[in-house]
C-alpha cells in the first residue's frame, strides 16, 4: 500500500508540491492571484475573510490560513497582506515557519501597489519554486494519508453507492494507519444518534450530539425551514426529501471506525483514525477547513455532478449517478455506479475507490485538477461582518 | 431478477426509483436478499421516492430503517413521496418557540 509523496521536515506528507501564495484578507486576493499566475508551480489562496469582523472570527482566519499554510501539499509560502487588516500576518508566518517550510511576506502598501508587489512577488516566488523543485518524492504508506470527505450536488444516489462504498474506503485508509477527516455537520442533523454510536467514547458522542446541536440552532435562528437550503434546490430535484434523509446518506462516508476525536473547524487532528471537524456542507468553505486539517487528498460524492475542486488538494469526483457519469465526463473521476444497479459489491468499489486514492496521492491527476476548476475556497465564519 | 427500486430495511415504507417508473406498470422493489413487487399508481422518476404501502397522514416516513421525516398527507401505495406530502422534523427554524 505504497505511494511517492513529498515527506516534510515536520514528518507530514504531500501529495503534492506547490508554492502557496495565500491572501491574508480579502483586499490582497488580485495581487496573491496575479503572482502565482507568474510562476508555474504556484497556486494561490483566495477568500473573502480578514477585515471588519468581529475577534472570534478574526482568530478563525489567523487560524485557518496557519492550517492552510502548514498542509504538507505546500512545499513553501509566500503570504500576500493589503497592510491595514485585522489579521494576525506576523503570528501566520510564525506558526507556518514553525512546521520547517519557508515562509515570506509581502506587503502591498508599504510595497507601493499592485504592480510592483506582483513584480517583487513574483521573484520571490520563482525562487521558491526552484528549490521546492529540488525535492524528490520517497516512499510513503497508506499510513500517511489524511483523507478529507466530502459529498455534493447530492441525490438519492450518493447514499445508496458512492457514500457506503466510500465508507469502505474510509475504514481501508484507517485499518492501514491514516487518517480521515469528516466534516459537514448540517449532514449529521438527523443522523447523529448513529454517529455518536461509533464514537470512541460516550463523552465523545455527546460532543458529536452537541456539535450538531449547535449547527442546527446556527440554522434555526434565521427563523425558518432550512428545506431549500438544506436539502438543496438540487438535491430535492434528485430526489432528497428532508436534512433527514440527506444526512442518513452522507453519513455513510464514514464508514464504521470508531471516532477518535470532534476538533473546531480547520483545526489539525493530533490523533490518527477517523475524526469529526466543524464545518458546514458548503464547499468553498468545507474544502479549504479540510486543507486546514491537514488533508492530502480528498474524495468527494456527487449525485448531479459536483464540478468544485481546490488549489493544492487533489479532489477525486466520485458517483453512484450513470446519467452524471455519462453528462459529466469531464469532472467524474470514477463511477460506482455498479454498486446499485447490482453488479459491483461495496467492498469491491470502496477497494476501487482506496486504489485510486493512492494513484491520486502517487501524482495522477484529477479532472478538477486538470480542467483548472480548482477555485472552491473560502473560510467559515461564525460571525457577522460588521 | 433486475430491480426497478430499492428498499434499504424491510422495515422501509418507501423505495428509491432506479429508472423511470410509469403509472400502472409493477415495480420490482428490492430489499436486501428479497424483492416485492408494487404497482404503481403514480409515474416516479429515476431516484425518486414511492410509498411500498399506504402511509397515513402523520405517519413517520422509513428509510435506511430511521425516520427521515413526517407525512402532511396520506400517500397511497405506489405513489410518489416528496417534499410535496412529507415534512422535515429537524431544522424547523419556523417552529421555533421564540
Do not use: W
Amino acid at each position: 500500500m505504497e505511494f511517492m509523496g513529498y515527506r516534510r521536515s515536520n514528518g507530514s506528507v504531500g501529495t503534492r508540491n506547490y508554492v502557496g501564495v495565500l491572501a491574508t484578507v480579502v483586499c490582497a486576493n488580485e495581487t496573491a492571484a496575479s503572482i502565482a499566475d507568474k510562476v508555474d508551480g504556484a497556486v494561490s489562496f483566495t477568500h473573502q475573510q480578514g477585515c471588519c469582523q468581529t475577534p472570534v472570527d478574526v482568530d478563525r482566519v489567523t487560524n485557518t490560513l496557519i492550517g492552510l499554510g502548514r498542509n504538507p501539499n505546500l512545499a513553501a509560502v509566500l503570504l500576500v497582506s493589503l497592510g491595514c487588516e485585522s489579521t494576525n500576518v506576523a503570528r501566520v508566518a510564525e506558526e507556518i515557519r514553525a512546521s520547517g517550510k519557508r515562509v515570506e511576506t509581502i506587503v502591498v502598501q508599504p510595497t507601493g501597489g499592485y504592480f510592483r508587489t506582483v513584480a517583487e512577488g513574483a521573484l520571490l516566488v520563482q525562487d521558491m519554486v526552484m528549490e521546492a523543485s529540488q525535492v524528490q518524492r520517497t516512499p510513503c504508506t497508506a499510513a500517511d494519508l489524511v483523507l478529507g470527505l466530502k459529498c455534493g450536488s447530492s441525490d438519492t444516489t450518493s447514499g445508496l453507492g458512492p457514500n457506503p462504498a466510500l465508507g469502505f474506503a474510509t475504514d481501508l485508509t484507517v485499518g492501514h494507519g491514516g487518517s480521515v477527516v469528516l466534516g459537514e455537520v448540517t449532514e449529521f442533523i438527523g443522523a447523529e444518534h448513529i454517529l455518536a454510536r461509533h464514537a470512541k467514547d460516550e463523552a465523545m458522542g455527546q460532543k458529536i450530539v452537541d456539535l450538531v446541536a449547535r449547527m442546527e440552532a446556527r440554522a434555526m435562528s434565521a427563523g425558518c425551514d432550512i428545506r431549500g437550503g438544506q436539502p438543496t434546490g438540487g438535491n430535492i430535484k434528485g430526489g432528497l426529501t428532508t436534512i433527514e434523509e440527506k444526512s442518513l446518506g452522507a453519513i455513510a462516508k464514514a464508514g464504521t471506525a470508531p471516532i477518535q476525536a470532534v476538533y473546531e473547524y480547520g483545526e489539525q487532528p493530533t490523533v490518527k483514525g477517523l475524526v469529526v471537524m466543524d464545518s458546514p456542507g458548503r464547499e468553498p468553505e468545507l474544502l479549504t477547513g479540510l486543507a486546514s486539517a491537514g488533508c492530502n487528498v480528498i474524495c468527494f460524492t456527487t449525485g448531479l455532478g459536483a464540478p468544485q475542486g481546490f488549489p493544492f488538494v487533489p479532489v477525486i469526483k466520485i458517483t453512484g449517478n450513470e446519467r452524471t457519469q455519462e453528462r459529466l465526463r469531464d469532472h467524474i473521476d470514477l463511477s460506482v455506479s455498479g454498486v446499485i444497479d447490482g453488479t459491483e459489491t461495496l467492498p469491491q468499489a470502496g477497494q476501487r475507490i482506496f486504489d485510486e486514492m493512492l494513484r491520486v496521492a502517487n501524482g495522477k491527476g484529477t479532472k478538477a485538477e486538470l480542467s483548472g476548476y480548482t477555485r472552491a475556497m473560502d473560510i467559515y465564519m461564525i460571525g457577522p461582518v460588521i | 431478477m433486475k430491480r426497478d427500486a430499492i428498499m434499504l430495511r424491510p422495515e422501509d415504507n418507501v423505495a428509491t426509483a432506479l429508472r423511470d417508473l410509469e403509472e400502472g406498470s409493477v415495480a420490482v422493489v428490492g430489499v436486501m436478499e428479497d424483492c416485492r413487487e408494487v404497482t404503481m399508481g403514480q409515474t416516479v422518476n429515476y431516484g425518486h421516492k414511492f410509498a411500498v404501502r399506504d402511509i397515513a397522514q402523520g405517519e413517520d416516513v422509513l428509510k435506511y430503517g430511521e425516520v427521515i421525516g413526517r407525512a402532511t398527507a396520506a400517500i397511497p401505495t405506489g405513489t410518489h413521496a416528496h417534499v410535496h406530502n412529507i415534512e422535515s422534523l429537524r431544522g424547523r427554524g419556523d417552529r421555533k418557540v421564540a
